[in-house]
């Protein structure tokens, strides 16, 4: 009996412990079958529908064969598409660890997928290529960085409306106008506000600068506060 309650603190810590750890499903025949696919010596096509069946049944055991074709031709693009639909993280921590390794068209695919998954976390990596007129990556990412639409994303989109280059002035107000809906629905309507009326500024008259100050009223109306203009 001693022995037993002896044992009880233990046990007790080793029940806590499996509670707090999520279990980790194994992949299921479809996601089994796909993976094989990939591994295997068939052609592009049924690597590019095994890719994007992942993106509907796979989960972290299909993210490293995914994130080995990123920047493979004909396949990257399935691979991203498989990579966007799975919803564990381990996705967007892919998508980011690859951002260094790709260039071109494969980067800048890297970048919009970041920005379908709305992924937070790459904010920061966004942010430079953003800025940076070499990446060839900088309107993609100004593009994630208006779906992603934190505050950080938006105070980003701000500045380059303010001081970035004229060629990238149009597409960031289109992600602006993206994120100001974001922040808008998130409660954040003097976020919203702030990226709308910089827009406004930085456009001359015109259907843009029209639609963002369109809103800034809307949200002013709703608020109480005067529309900028």
Partial sequence: ??????????????????CTTAPTSP??????????VLASDAGLREKARAGQEL????????VPALAALLGKEHLADYARSGLEGIKDPSA?????AALPTLEGRYLAGAVNSL???????????LQKLAIDSES??????????????TPAAAKTLQEILANGPLALRVP?????????????????????????????????PGHLATVANDKVAALSGASGAPARR
């Fill in 27 to 36: 992949p299921s025949p479809v996601e089994t079958a796909a993976l094989a």
């Fill in 92 to 96: 967007g921590a892919a998508l980011r």
């Fill in 172 to 204: 960031t107000a289109h992600a602006a106008l993206v994120a100001a809906e974001h922040l808008a629905r998130n409660g954040n309507t003097a976020g919203a506000r702030a990226v709308l009326n910089a827009v406004v500024r930085a456009l001359p």
């Fill in 55 to 62: 993106g509907d049944f796979g989960g972290p055991a299909s």
């Fill in 136 to 149: 060839g990556a900088a309107a993609a990412a100004i593009a994630s960085l208006g779906m992603i639409a």
């Fill in 1 to 18: 009996m001693k022995f037993i309650r002896s044992l009880l603190p233990v046990l007790l810590v080793w029940v806590l412990a499996g």
């Fill in 115 to 125: 920005g379908v998954r709305r992924d937070v976390a790459a904010v920061p990596a």
